[in-house]
């Protein structure tokens, strides 16, 4: 970090005293995300006089790693031309990702000057649903025919994979370009040049269609140790593949739209990072859930008011509400978090209800007594209460922890099971349940066994 703040430093100096020659070698010396990353913390007109600056070789990779809010700025400072030669040279799935975010008026002016291939490419993956995998996808990568000899399939890689995302997996397609096997690029390399693809191919070949999820292309990478995966359509016929890079694309996009969701706020529909996120934004994103705990943390409220003689004969158990209903929360949270991550890298289904539940009671049975334990040692030696109170209190803490992470481990099963995002059943709302569940069982054990009238 340091290093790289020391750079910057540099670079606007030669920019201050416009060594442009100098810069330029520079900048042709650094990595693009380096580039971006110095770019993104400039001034916009700074940023701008860079970016003119750059190799035009650079120019379109740096730009696909800026912050969206700098993407706009320079396309929009840009001449047709120069606009036209960046998305030309931006790879579909870049270009198509940054057309998205843009307004309806400019991206019909930039698509009338794209390139007919390149605005043939976007318009195809903005076809997709979001969030699908035909939406992540690119569609330059090296395509083989069957009866190529080694030495064709050389010729036709050193033609168009300057072009292509990645040449380090090739994609055997019959002439209905149906997807029949892949093979590496080592295997070309040594292989003799006469051998026939078709012999050397793999044919076992793993691909996903385009209206899977993207999190199921990501659980595939996962599970197959992927550098990149074809994307068919529903006759098998290649359309484009999906990159380790985008893959780590989706699984950042999705933990952050699973923290948000558990954190009670509306996932982000926009690449943008806190900072640039405007107040009003971030204001409609929080305000719904924070609303809807309110009105439902009512009835906490209602619980204690109807318990009203309790407290006020036993007014110092007032005091140990709070500890029990955070208990309890945190109880639920833990249980939950563990099983919304074993849903999503699928190691539990609905099917193993029970089990989880059985788990997670036996759990809950230990850590309710080893708390209960503790907080009696501490109620009998350091608040001094009769031990009629403190087992009321210990029992209670039992009961909660049991029920917390009982309902903290089976609500995102359920969930799941009804098309429902699990996240959602996170933190604020098991929260919100169990903090009522436990002013019942307090105050019902206080009144049962302290034979009070409600």
Known sequence: MEELASVKAEILELLKQKQYVTLRNRLSEMME????????????????????????????DVFAELEVDDQKYIIMSLSKTESANVINNLM??????????????????????????????????????????GSVMTVEYVDLKRDMTVADAILRIREIGLDS?????????????LLVGTVALRYLLIKQPDEVIGDIMNENVISIKTMDDQEEAARSFQKYDFTAMPVVDNENRMVGII????????????ATEDIEKMAAIIPSDTDKSYLRTGVFETFKKRMPWLLFLMISATFTGAIITHFESALASY??????????????GNAGSQASVSVIRSLSLQEVRFRDFFKVLWKEIRVAVICGVTLSAANFIKLMLIDRLP?????????????????AKSIGSTLP???????????????????????AVSLLIYFTLITRLLAIAV
Do not use: W
């Not at 270009?95 to 698509?111: C, G, S």
């Not at 007014?315 to 309890?328: E, F, N, R």
């Open 413 to 435: 099963l359920i969930a799941a099971t009804i098309k429902l995002d699990p996240a959602v059943m996170a933190s604020p709302l098991i929260t919100t349940i169990v903090d």
């Open 315 to 328: 007014v110092l158990l007032t005091a140990y509400i709070p500890m029990l209903m955070d208990t309890g």
């Open 33 to 60: 995300a380096d580039i971006a990353s110095i770019m993104d913390s400039m001034e916009d007109e700074e940023s701008l006089k860079l970016f003119r600056i750059l190799p035009k070789t650079m120019a379109a």
């Open 165 to 177: 995302e990645t040449t380090n997996i090739c994609y055997v397609l019959d002439p209905k370009r």
């Open 387 to 403: 031990m009629n109170i403190a087992l009321i209190i210990c029992t209670t803490l039992v009961l909660v922890v049991i029920f």
């Open 243 to 254: 990159t380790v890079d985008d893959v780590i694309d989706i699984m950042e996009e999705e």
């Open 92 to 133: 579909a799935d870049d270009a198509t990702d940054f057309l998205e975010e843009m307004p309806a008026n400019v991206v019909k002016q930039i698509l009338a000057n794209a390139s007919a291939e390149q605005r043939a490419d976007i318009n195809h993956l903005l076809r997709y649903p979001e969030d699908s995998a």
